[in-house]
C-alpha cells in the first residue's frame, strides 16, 4: 500500500488531513481564492514546497528599534553566530536595491526580498520605504515583504498598501500585558519610553490594530512568536485563535534562542529555550484550523539563498559594486525558470493527490510513527553528504501518511567548530541534534559517523539517494513495518502520537 | 547643559533622527554616533524626555551634563547588575 503525503495535500481531496495539524499553507492552497494562491505559491515562508525550491533574501536597512525584547540584544554581533536581529553589514537604500538586483540576476530562484532589521523596519521608515519605492519600480518581478513588531504598524499601513506589499510579518509573542511585561521591559512611544505593563499593553493594542488593518486591506499576515518556556507557552494557542479569528494567515511559532553569551536578558538570567518535543506539541496544540509554519529557519536580517542556507558572502558590498547587472535580462532569465519551477511544483502536486486518491480505501497499517532525519539541499529530494549538512529536515511517518515536522541546525547558531563550544566533536553534536530520529536519509555517509549512529540508535541509510523525500521516507517506513521493527509498539502509543 | 554620547553606541541610529536640536551626529573620527554640545538643548522646550536617552538601547551610552549614565546599568535590560558580572566571569573562565 501506498501512503498519503499529509503536508502537500490539498484540504479537499485529502480524506482525514484536517484531523491533522498538517505542515502549512500548501493543505490549504487547495481552497485559496486564486489571488491568493498566486501571491504565495512561490514564496518560500508561506508555502512548505516552494520553500525547496525559492529562494528569499533580506536587506538591512533598518537598523534602528524602538521596542526593547528580552530575547534580543542590540550590542552582539559575533560573525560566528547567526539569528534574526545580527548582521555584519548595514546597507543604505541604495546599496539595498544594488544587492537585491544582483541576487536576483544570479540568484534566480530568488523570488521574494523582505526587510527584517535588524532593529524594526518600521521604525525606519524612511530607510524601509524608500527601498521598497525604488524596488517596485526597478525589478517589479520581485515580492516585497516586511516583518515588525507591530508598534509602528498602523501608522505605516496605507503606506504600505501603497507599495504593493502582498505579506506583513508581525512577532505577536502575547495579547495579555501582564504576560507582555516579562517578555518587553520597555516601548518607546510618544516621545517617551514606558515601561512594564502599561508599554506592553500598549504594544499589542497596536499590533492587534495592525493586523486587522492589513487584513482589511487584503494583504497577507503571517504572524511570528517565539515560545518562551514558563513564559507564554501555555498563552501561545490563545494568541493564535484570536490572530486567526482576525484573519492571520499563517502561524509561526518558534523556538526561543537564549545564550549566556549573547547577553540578552533570557540568557544571562538563565532562561531555557523549548525542546523539540515541547516546540512540536504546541505547533500541534495551535494547529486547529489554523496554518502552521513549520520550515522557519530564523533566518539573519541579511541572509541571501534557499531558506536554511546563507549565500550572504558572496554578496557582500565590495563583490556587488564589482558586478555588471543588466536586469532586464536577468528578469527574463527569471521568469523562464520561475515558469519551469512552478511547473514542476504542480505536477508534483497533481501525482501525490493522485496517488493518495488511489490508495485512500487500502487497508491501514497499525503501526506507531516514526521521525526521521533528511539531509537535503533542497528541491524536495534527498540529495546532501551527511556530513555536509548544517541542518536536517525532520519528517514524521505513520500510518496516516508522512508530514513534515520541523528542521534542527546542527551547528547550534555558531560556526561548527570547536572554539566556542564545550570540546563535543561536531559529529557528537550533530548526533545530539538528532534525538528522537530512528532513521537518517542522505546521499551518502562515511564509516565513522555510520557507526557512531548505529550506537545511538539512529539508522543510517544512503540508499534514496535523489529520491522524493516523501517517497523514501514511506518506502523506508513500509519496510521497517515489513520488517517487524515496529510492531512491538502498541496501539496506545499510536493513540497519543 | 548638554548630554554627551560615549563610545559604548553601538550605532543603532535610533536616537538621531529624534533630536530636536538636529545635535546628533555620526562622528567618522569616533566611529560613533556624537552629541554637538552647542546644539543639544536637553530637548527644552520641545520634550519632557531626553529623546535620545529615552530610546537609546544602551546602558551607559549616554551621559548626562555630571557624567552619569542616564539609563544605568540594569535600567533598560532588566538584568541586575551583579547578575551580569557572575556570568561574565563565568564565560571568561572557560
Ligand atoms: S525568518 Fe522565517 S519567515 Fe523569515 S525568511 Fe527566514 S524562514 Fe522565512
Ligand atoms: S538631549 Fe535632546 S537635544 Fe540633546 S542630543 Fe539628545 S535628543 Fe538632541
Ligand atoms: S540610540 Fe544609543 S546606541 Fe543607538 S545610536 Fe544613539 S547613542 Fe548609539
Known sequence: MELPVLNETPAASAGGCSSHSCGSSDDQLGHLSDEIRAKVENHPCYSE?????????????????????????????CSNESRPGVVSELLTPEQAVKKTMAVAANIPQMTVLGIAGPGDPLANPERTFETFRRLSQDAPDIKLCVSTNGLALPESVEELSKHNIDHVTITINCVDPEIGAQIYPWIFWENKRIKGVKGAKILIEQQQ??????????????????????????????????????????????????????????GVMGQRGPTQDELMDLQDACSGDMNMM???????????????????????????????????SAMEKRKVIHEAIAEEMHSKRAAKVEKAASHADEPKLNTRPVLMAIATSGQGVINQHFGHAKEFLIYEASPDGVRFMSHRKTDLYCSG???????????????????????????????????????????????????????????????MAAAGKLDEVSADKRATA | MALQIIESCVNCYACEPLCPSKAIFMSSKAGHFR???????????????????????????????NGIAVNPPGSLTGIPPERMAEVMAELQAH
Not at chain 1, 558572502?313 to 559594486?321: A, L, P, S, V, Y
Not at chain 1, 545530539?432 to 541509510?461: F, H, T
Request: charge should be negative; proline fraction near 4%; aromatic fraction near 6%.
Open chain 1, 49 to 77: 514546497d516552494a520553500h525547496h525550491y525559492f529562494a528569499r533574501m533580506h536587506v538591512a536597512v533598518a537598523p534602528a528599534c524602538n521596542i526593547q525584547c528580552h530575547y534580543c540584544n542590540r550590542k552582539y554581533d
Open chain 1, 209 to 266: 490594530k495592525g493586523l486587522e488593518m492589513l487584513t482589511a486591506r487584503g494583504i497577507l499576515v503571517k504572524v511570528n512568536s517565539v515560545m518562551i518556556p514558563g513564559v507564554n507557552d501555555k498563552h501561545l494557542a490563545e494568541v493564535s485563535k484570536i490572530v486567526k479569528a482576525k484573519g492571520a494567515f499563517l502561524h509561526n511559532v518558534m523556538p526561543l534562542i537564549a545564550e549566556a553569551e549573547h547577553g540578552t536578558f533570557y
Open chain 1, 294 to 328: 513549520r520550515h522557519c529557519r530564523q533566518c539573519r536580517a541579511d541572509a541571501v539563498g534557499l531558506l536554511g542556507e546563507d549565500r550572504g558572502d558572496e554578496f557582500t558590498m565590495d563583490k556587488i559594486e564589482a558586478m555588471e547587472i543588466d536586469y532586464q
Open chain 1, 417 to 479: 567548530d570547536d572554539t566556542c563550544g564545550d570540546g563535543e566533536s561536531v559529529l557528537q553534536r550533530t548526533i545530539r541534534a538528532l534525538e528522537g530520529c530512528e532513521v537518517v536519509l542522505c546521499s551518502k555517509i562515511g564509516y565513522e559517523p555510520w557507526d557512531m549512529l548505529e550506537q545511538a540508535g539512529i539508522q543510517p541509510n544512503g540508499e534514496h539517494a535523489m529520491e522524493p523525500i516523501e517517497d523514501a521516507v514511506m518506502a523506508v517506513y513500509k519496510e
Open chain 2, 35 to 65: 552629541i554637538n554640545p552647542n546644539k543639544c538643548t536637553e530637548c527644552e522646550g520641545d520634550y519632557q524626555d531626553t529623546q535620545c536617552a529615552s530610546i537609546c538601547p544602551i546602558e551607559g551610552a549616554i551621559l548626562d551634563a
